[in-house]
């Protein structure tokens, strides 16, 4: 389950580009600064594996890491960076779309929401579209090391998470699984490994 070695592969900026080899892979996809690359660099116990930063819109590509030879952990950019032109937006859109929609050894989407704000109109939508497209997926909540503030809504992290899980859940039959992390603490580190491993033994 652990993570004993972590080597980046590639970037690409387009699905048939990315490595071709079929073995598994789960990729990190959520709003632009909500701690995918973090989260990753948590996960493989690197500081700087995935490159991290406070201004939003550091990750720009399809980022290839190799787990223990065997599975692929993939970081991608950030969607609603609001200081980013139009066109880049929408080419997101365009570019991780058929990512999801065309990649057939991502086992699940692991969608960031960050719990330590209230949830916005885009994650919402998101979810969404994963939901209609029926891409399998594994909600991440962040930063739930955050306390409470009230530039932040007032809410504990953990009622922001409740509040999300009741907003979402008209787009799926069942309740996607769900896991609270930070990448601060470690917390939920070894559950999402667990559930990596979980799924690719599937
Ligand atoms: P893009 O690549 O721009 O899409 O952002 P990203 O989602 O990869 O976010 P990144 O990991 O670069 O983190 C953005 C900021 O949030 C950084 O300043 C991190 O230090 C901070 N951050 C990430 N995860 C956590 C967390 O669990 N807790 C706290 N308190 N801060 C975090
Ligand atoms: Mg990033």
Known sequence: VDVVNADFVKSSVETKECPCDGIPEFALVGRSNVGKSSLLNSLVRRKKLA????????TQCINHFRINDSWYLVDLPGYGYAAAPHEVRTDWAKFTKDYFLNRSNLVSVFLLIDASIPAKKIDLEYASWL??????????????????????????????????????????????????????????RDEILLHMSQLRNY
């Open 131 to 188: 939901g209609q497209n029926q891409i399998p997926m594994t909600l991440v909540f962040t930063k739930c090391d955050k306390r409470k503030k009230k530039k932040n809504g007032g809410k504990r992290p953990e009622e922001n998470v409740q509040i999300f899980q009741e907003l979402i859940r008209e787009f799926f039959q069942t309740t996607p699984p769900w896991i609270m992390t930070s990448s601060i603490t470690n917390q939920g």
């Open 51 to 58: 490159l991290t930063s406070k201004k939003p819109g550091k």
